[in-house]
């Protein structure tokens, strides 16, 4: 193995565009991993180096990230992978959560028909069906290398979970922030919380209970947690708490194999998830409705340029409240949404000069509560050109706050993503219509956009960020920041992030996203500007930040891998093969 190479002059970053403390970039003529937690990346590129793919990788480390970094790396949630393999052939796993059978449109209503505040968001009712494990599974199936078996993979997470690892200071502050939030759960108390008594920095977290459950999986199979021992300390969890999760919930739960949803800009193919996200149509909207403007030619941080992307970020999520769902049981305007004809006649009704009130922007083919912040993405590259896109999710940091009995498992709030009652705001403040309602088994919708981006045929960049409703906006900045003002792919992913979501009728922006004259020029074209602020039970030192973008960049001219890990989670890393 070679050691990473320092970064290329080529790369080199102006310093007043790197935030403080950066972690390290890596570059590498071989495959990387570049994920929010250090141990996790390390176990993936591990499996490179024995020989396994990218998708082999991606499997090690996602299960490793349900052990290390517990605030959204999951077994008890979903999620979106996108594939492509060096032949070309591509394909997008959906393995999102789904509703239980018990599950009505209107469980999260109170007698007065207003949505019971905290209800969706935490304790067992807020658990969907999870989906990880199932949609690895598949994964690994359909595209993984077969030179390492699915219990290989499986063992660096469960030795983790059995051994234990470091508590550093960050996730002690994380783990402290969300007290209210686990406190309640005598097992998610007991392990988490250290017993009331806090983990501080430097102390070693063990899970036990989540090692016999890994054990499990890699002696039986990923069915195990479908069909075994671990369904039925699920159900029973559920059963005795008031969760409607059952054993025959859990037998039922299919991930699916969806197209990959694909556009272009600029000359580059994007790969993109297709939905139950509402991430990929909404990317490919805002680039088509950017294409015909000359962005290079306006500054990066300047006035003009934030206001165009502010009304097309608008008109895009106007469309998402309005038309988007689960595939399987709404049908989705996909071609229609992404006309040439039609985004045009969208793009030509922004005003230069002054901002479209909201209120008066409906889905523009004939109307969202916000998501919750927490989730992950990691992206894998191997030596062969194999890559992976991966954002999963537990949805709210710490999921729901319960973990499922003896299972060790930490479940998801995932029924917070659906429409609860059309109209109002969730956790995220998006307001969300009919399409996404509540169903039996139904998924809900999601703003995941785990995204490939090829140049001349070739992986030009693989990207994805957590960030609730902000995700889709992070990963258009980070493409436009390469593409169009020609970034490092450092300066790309560290630059400053905005964004605006429809409803609220406000630009939310990182602290120092521009200068005092352009924030001024920004509201006298009558644009509500606000720094990001903490959501839930964040803990202080994620204030104002906007997303994660884990990422890795090819270099056209010279075919190294850049892995740039995005310092705004403390942890994060790439690892080299």
Known sequence: MKPPRRLAALF????????????????????????????????????????????????????????????????????????????????AFDFRETAPAAATRDMFLGPDGKVVKGRSTAGHLAAGVPGTVAGLALALERMGSGKLTWAELVEPARALAEQ?????????????????????????????????????????????????????????????????????????????????????????YRPVERAVLRGAYRGHEILTMPPPSSGGIALLQMLAMLEPR??????????????????????????????????????????????????????????????????????????????????????????????????????????????????????????????????????????????????PRKRPLSSMTPTIVLRDGRVYLVTGSPGGSTIINTVLQVITNLVDHRMSPQEAVLAKRFNQQWLPDQISHEPGFASDEVVAELRAKGHDLRVRRLYSNEAPRWAGTQGSAETIVVDPATGLRVGVPDNRRPGCAAAAE
């Open 164 to 252: 234990g690892f470091r508590v550093s200071d960050a996730m002690a502050e994380d783990l402290r922030a969300s007290a209210g939030l686990m406190g309640a759960n005598a097992a998610a108390c007991r392990i988490f919380l250290n017993d009331g008594k806090f983990f501080a920095d430097g102390d070693t977290l063990r899970q036990p209970e989540l090692a016999a459950t890994l054990a499990r999986l890699q002696a039986e199979g990923p069915r195990e947690f479908y069909l075994g021992r671990t369904a039925e300390l699920i159900a029973e969890d559920m059963a005795a708490h008031g969760g409607l999760i059952t054993r025959e919930d859990l037998a039922a």
């Open 294 to 439: 000359d962005v290079s030619a306006l500054a990066p941080a300047g006035a003009e340029k934030i206001h165009l992307f502010a009304e097309v970020m608008r008109r895009a999520y106007a469309d998402r409240a309005a038309y988007l769902g689960d595939p399987d049981f709404t049908r989705i305007p996909v071609a229609e949404l992404l006309a040439p004809a039609y985004l045009a006649r969208r793009a030509a009704e922004i005003d230069p000069a002054r901002a479209t009130p909201s209120r008066t922007l409906a889905g523009g083919l004939a109307a969202a509560k916000p998501e919750p912040m927490e989730t992950t993405h990691f992206s894998v590259m191997d030596a062969a050109g194999n890559v992976v896109s991966c954002t999963y999710t537990v949805n709210g940091i710490y999921g729901s706050g319960v973990v499922a009995g003896a299972t060790g498992i930490l479940l998801n709030n995932e029924m917070d993503d659906f429409t609860a009652r059309p109209g109002t705001p969730n956790a995220f403040g998006l307001v969300q219509g009919e399409a996404n309602a509540i169903q």
């Open 12 to 91: 080199l970053l102006a310093p007043a565009l790197l935030l403080a403390s950066a972690p390290p970039v890596v570059t590498t003529e071989r495959g990387l991993v570049v994920a929010a937690e250090g141990l996790a990346a390390e176990a993936g590129a591990a499996v490179l180096r024995r020989g396994g793919n990218a998708v082999d990788a991606a499997v090690t480390t996602a299960l490793a990230l349900a052990v290390t970094y517990p605030r959204a790396g999951n077994i008890g949630g979903g999620g979106f992978m996108i594939v492509r393999l060096a032949d070309g052939t591509a394909t």
